[in-house]
Nanobody, 124 residues
């Protein structure tokens, strides 16, 4: 059973920055999604197993940055120029199924293990 441990959520002012972390108990492609009450889970960012490739949702391009420490099996989501619309519970996910080293995944159904979620609140 894959274990995911998220950290780094909290309160940030609009225009500020925050970094989320997610450590997995193995080496997998990783992604971040977010969800607010009453809405579907939204793709935020994803990164390949080797860390060389990344993808972003349209609403966060240019403001968020995903990276990973492959030695520590940890992915990071750097939130910059935060906007109140970024307020959500952020979930880390990994795909334990087959994948090449240079593939990342943007659909939630491609992931099969999820973190517990961490709340990010952006105040205006």
């Amino acid at each position: 059973q894959v274990q995911l441990v998220e950290s780094g959520g909290g309160l940030v002012q609009a225009g500020g920055s925050l970094r989320l972390s997610c450590t997995a108990s193995g080496h997998y492609p990783m992604g971040w999604f977010r969800q607010t009450s009453g809405k579907e889970r939204e793709f935020v960012a994803a990164i390949t197993k080797d860390g060389a490739g990344t993808g972003y949702g349209d609403s966060v391009k240019g403001r968020f940055d995903i990276s990973r420490d492959t030695a520590e099996n940890t992915a990071y989501l750097q939130i910059s120029n935060a906007d109140p619309e970024d307020t959500a519970v952020y979930y880390c996910a990994v795909r334990t199924g087959p994948s090449g080293p240079n593939y990342y995944f943007i659909r939630s159904e491609h992931y099969d293990a999820w973190g517990q979620g961490t709340q990010v609140t952006v105040s205006s």
